[in-house]
């Protein structure tokens, strides 16, 4: 009975803390998503919410595995949308330190090391 016990608070935190980042991460980048693409996340949140309030250990196992493929979907949709908004600013950073000579001295082989000194922005 324990067992049973703490394996159910277990899942109810862990869908829990799931529901509470989803929602997060939903109201972050919703500029950066559809509308479309949010509306299974939100069904799946709903349901998971009910699960949470049932208190029912299969029924939360269960919303946890579904809204854990659900919002890995949408991070794979932001991901994707990240990476070719970052790509098409490298090609134009890209482009323009190719206009400028690229940065490199004109007299350094492709082995030479050219000390710089940079300022982290972190």
């Known amino acids: 009975e324990d067992k049973k016990r703490h394996e ?3 899942t109810k935190n862990q ?4 529901v509470y ?5 939903i109201n972050e980048n919703k500029d950066k998503v559809d509308a ?5 996340l939100e069904g799946a949140l709903a349901s998971a919410k009910k699960a949470l309030e049932s208190g029912e250990l299969e029924s939360m196992k269960k919303e946890l595995e579904n809204l854990n493929q659900v919002s890995h979907k ?7 949308a990240s990476a070719s908004s970052a790509q098409g600013s490298e090609t134009q950073a890209g482009e323009q330190s190719a206009g400028n000579g690229g940065g490199t001295q004109p007299n350094a082989k492709p082995d030479d090391v050219i000390d710089a000194e940079f300022k982290d922005v972190n």
């Open 8 to 10: 159910e608070i277990q």
């Open 21 to 25: 980042n989803t929602e997060k991460t």
């Open 74 to 80: 949408l991070a794979e949709l932001m991901y994707k």
């Open 15 to 18: 869908l829990d803390s799931l």
């Open 36 to 40: 479309e693409q949010i509306k299974p």
